[in-house]
DNA sequence: TCTGGGGTCCTAGGACCC
DNA sequence: TCTGGGGTCCTAGGACCC
C-alpha cells in the first residue's frame, strides 16, 4: 500500500501558525508580485475566492469579508516542509518517503499489516500536527494514483472522514472512482479531460474502463496506460528516489512594472543566474547550457487572458560550470541579443541544463582547468548569504538600483530562518 | 492597471552512425 | 540501373504536476 500525506491550505497553515488570531478565518496567500491566489484558507474557499484567480479580480470578496492577505514568504514555507518531511522520515525511514512537492510526500508501506492501515493512517495525521503544527490529510490505497483520488475525498469532507481516508476493498474503489469527476484525476489535465468528456467519460470510474490499447491511443502513449492500470489498481508510477538531482534549474521572475530599458533587463538576468548558480551548486552540479528568456507585455488588450510573446536564447558552454560569473557572462550577453529597443518587457527568466554532478564534469581540452579552483569563493558566497541576509555579496552585474524587483505588499516575517525577525513572545 | 514559479516525462522527427 | 537494417542522440513541443 501506498499512503499519500498533504499539508491542508500548506501555505496559508504556514502564516496562521505564528498569527493564531487567524485560526476560524479566511486567509490567503498570493503569488510572487501579489498576482494570483495560491493557497486559500478553508474559510476563504467557502467565501468564493477562487484558486489560482488573480488577486485583483478576488479583491472585492477579500476587502468585504475581512480576509487576511499574504504575499508568499517561501523562506517559511520551505522550513515548515523540511519539519514536516523530516517528521516522517522519522516515523517510516528515510527510504520509505518520497517527497513529492513542499506540500505531499509518498510513503511506502509495504510492512504494515492491512488491519493497521486505518489506524495508521490517523496516526501520520496526529503525529504530524502535534510535531510542526501544521494539519495534513492522508489518503492510502495499492497505487499512487488511487492514494490521490483517496485523499482528494478525505480532504472534500473533512468532519466525516476527520482528514484521512482509505480504499483497501474493491467495492471501496469502484466506490470512491465513480465519485470522483474526470477533471479531479491526478494526471488528467484540461486538453485531457475536454477530449475524454467527449468520449463520455466523465468519471474516474468511466476511464477505468477503458482498455489499454485505446489509453495508448488517445492519452499520450505510455502515460496514460499507466494512469489506467494505477486506476483498476495496478500500481504502473513506481516510488522515487529521494536524492536525484534536478535535470533543469530555473529562477524566472515577472518584473514589479513593465521595463523598457537594457540595463534593467542585464541587472534582473544578472540577478537570476546568480540565484539559479546558487541551487546548482546546493546539489553539486555544473551546467553545461544556460538558456535566457525575456516575455513581452502584451499591447492589445481584447483577449481575457493574454500573455506576451516569449522570446528565447541559449548558449552551451565549452565546460559544465557553477561558477555564477562565468555563467552571468552569456547570459548577458544573450540578453543583450535579445532586448529591443522600444519593447516592453514583463517577466524574464534564466534556465540552467544539461545538468552533471561536479565529481564528472567532462573537461575540454582547449579550456584551461584551474578555474574549478574558484568554487571555493562560490562556497564563501553562499555561506555569507544564507547566514546573513539574501544578496550581501553580490555581482556588481546584479545591480543596486533594482527598479524591476517584484513587488510584495503582504510579506509575514521570516519566523524561522532570520534572527531579526523570530515571533516575539509579550 | 493589475493573471506565478519551477519542475517532470514523453513523443516525433531529423541527423547521423556502421 | 540497382540503394538495407538497425541503431543512437538531440531538439522542439506538448502534456502534466503543485
Redo the contacts with the bound molecule.
Keep these: 500500500m501506498i499512503a499519500i500525506v498533504?499539508c491542508n491550505s500548506?501555505y496559508c497553515s504556514c502564516e496562521r501558525l505564528f498569527r493564531p488570531d487567524l485560526e476560524q478565518k479566511p486567509v490567503v496567500v498570493l503569488?510572487?508580485?501579489d498576482?494570483?491566489i495560491?493557497s486559500r484558507s478553508d474559510e476563504a474557499k467557502q467565501l468564493g475566492v477562487a484558486m489560482?484567480?488573480?488577486?485583483?479580480?478576488a479583491k472585492p470578496i477579500i476587502e468585504q469579508n475581512d480576509v487576511t492577505v499574504f504575499s508568499s514568504n517561501y523562506n517559511l514555507y520551505g522550513d515548515l516542509s523540511w519539519r514536516v518531511m523530516e517528521t516522517l522520515r522519522v516515523m517510516f525511514g528515510t527510504e520509505k518517503v518520497e517527497v513529492?512537492?513542499?506540500?505531499?510526500a509518498f510513503i511506502k508501506l509495504d510492512t504494515t499489516p492491512p488491519t493497521e492501515i486505518e489506524n495508521l493512517a490517523t496516526q501520520i495525521k496526529n503525529t504530524v500536527e502535534q510535531w510542526t503544527g501544521i494539519k495534513v490529510s492522508v489518503g492510502i490505497a495499492a497505487t499512487k494514483v488511487l492514494a490521490?483520488v483517496a485523499n482528494r475525498l478525505a480532504k472534500k469532507n473533512k468532519q466525516l472522514t476527520n482528514c484521512v481516508a482509505v480504499i483497501h476493498t474493491e467495492t471501496k474503489r469502484i466506490e470512491a472512482l465513480k465519485k470522483t469527476n474526470i477533471d479531479s484525476?491526478?494526471?488528467?489535465?484540461?486538453?485531457?479531460?475536454e477530449k475524454l468528456k467527449k468520449h463520455r467519460i466523465n468519471t474516474a470510474y468511466d476511464l477505468s474502463l477503458k482498455d489499454i490499447v485505446w489509453c495508448?491511443k488517445h492519452l499520450?502513449?505510455?502515460?496514460g496506460v499507466?494512469l489506467v492500470q494505477e486506476l483498476k489498481g495496478i500500481p504502473c508510477i513506481t516510488m522515487?528516489d529521494e536524492l536525484?538531482?534536478?535535470?533543469?534549474?530555473?529562477?524566472?521572475?515577472?518584473f514589479g512594472e513593465?521595463v523598457t530599458d537594457i540595463e534593467s533587463i542585464k541587472e534582473a538576468v544578472a540577478t537570476?543566474t546568480s540565484?539559479?548558480a546558487e541551487?546548482l551548486r546546493r546539489q553539486n552540479c555544473s551546467a553545461k547550457?544556460i538558456g535566457v528568456f525575456l516575455v513581452t507585455?502584451q499591447q492589445n488588450?481584447n483577449a481575457?487572458?493574454?500573455r506576451g510573446a516569449t522570446i528565447t536564447s541559449?548558449t552551451?558552454l565549452e565546460v559544465a560550470t557553477s561558477l555564477t560569473h562565468l555563467l552571468i557572462k552569456p547570459a548577458i550577453a544573450m540578453a543583450e541579443r535579445l532586448f529591443q529597443q522600444g519593447t516592453v518587457y514583463?517577466?524574464a527568466?534564466v534556465?540552467l541544463s544539461?545538468i552533471v554532478n561536479d565529481t564528472s564534469v567532462q573537461g575540454n581540452l582547449f579550456v584551461d582547468e584551474s578555474t574549478n579552483k574558484q568554487r571555493f569563493l562560490m562556497d564563501v558566497i553562499d555561506n555569507i548569504n544564507f547566514s546573513q541576509r539574501d544578496d550581501m555579496l553580490k555581482y556588481a552585474a546584479s545591480g543596486t538600483t533594482r527598479n524591476w524587483k517584484?513587488q510584495q505588499l503582504f510579506h509575514s516575517p521570516k519566523y524561522t530562518s532570520r534572527w531579526n525577525e523570530l515571533c516575539l513572545v509579550q
Excluded: L, Q
Design positions: 498533504d500548506f503569488s510572487n508580485n498576482g494570483c495560491i489560482a484567480g488573480p488577486y485583483f479580480k513529492y512537492s513542499v506540500d505531499e490521490k484525476v491526478w494526471g488528467i489535465g484540461f486538453s485531457y479531460a495508448k499520450g502513449g505510455v502515460v499507466r522515487h536525484t538531482d534536478k535535470k533543469m534549474i530555473a529562477t524566472t521572475r515577472m513593465a537570476y540565484r539559479a541551487k547550457t507585455k488588450h481575457s487572458f493574454n541559449h552551451k514583463k517577466k527568466g534556465m544539461n517584484m
